[in-house]
């Protein structure tokens, strides 16, 4: 599982640097949980590039109890002041409905004609089909001609050790993700494993 862990955060690292060095200035990150990357993706950008880094919006969605803890243990370490040039925690239940109206209000200067990398990660599975369909709608809604989408999705196919599945707290699987993100009108540029990945890392 961490060797897992560490693959998928090396390519959504690269993802994310790539799409901020073509000029998007805005993130957004719902089920946020712990990620750290407004406060150490700086390693991925030399000292030309950095200034673009500087420049963007990081809107993270999540719990206010995620929240409490991830940026009360950050001050503790350093200042609550992210090396992107803005972190915005936005405190909402993203299986219910609002948090697209919250995003979109203004009050948190999320700009709706700006293109944004959406990043899903460790995210979908947690959701029901249902809710994930209404998320994927309202998210597609946020989301502007340009954005991007970084998502990563759980399959069902645990092998024989149906154990881990009545265990699991995940509660929705996608078997053909790229299907199912092409059904809410993305255009799929890449699909990845993380086997495969980790190999040709």
Known sequence: MVDGLAVRTKKIDEEISKQIKN???QVCV???GLDCRAWRIDSYF???????????????LDFPEIFDLKLNTISTIQSNSCLCGRHVPIR?????PGWDIILRGGEHGYDTG???VWLLEGFTS???????DV??????ACACSGSVLIATFKSAN???????????????????PAAFVASYGWEVRECSQLNALGAAY
Not at 46 to 60: I, N, Y
Not at 135 to 140: A, I, N, V
């Open 126 to 132: 947690y959701l029901t089909v249902e809710e994930v």
């Open 23 to 25: 000029g998007i200035s």
């Open 46 to 60: 030399d000292e030309a590039s950095l200034g673009k880094l500087k420049a963007v919006s990081w809107f993270e």
């Open 92 to 96: 909402a239940d993203l299986s219910l």
């Open 158 to 176: 645990v092998g024989d050790n149906d154990q881990v599945c009545r265990m699991s707290t995940h509660v929705s699987f996608y078997e053909d």
């Open 135 to 140: 998320f994927f709608t309202k998210m597609r």
């Open 114 to 116: 700006a293109p944004t």
């Open 30 to 32: 719902p089920g946020a």
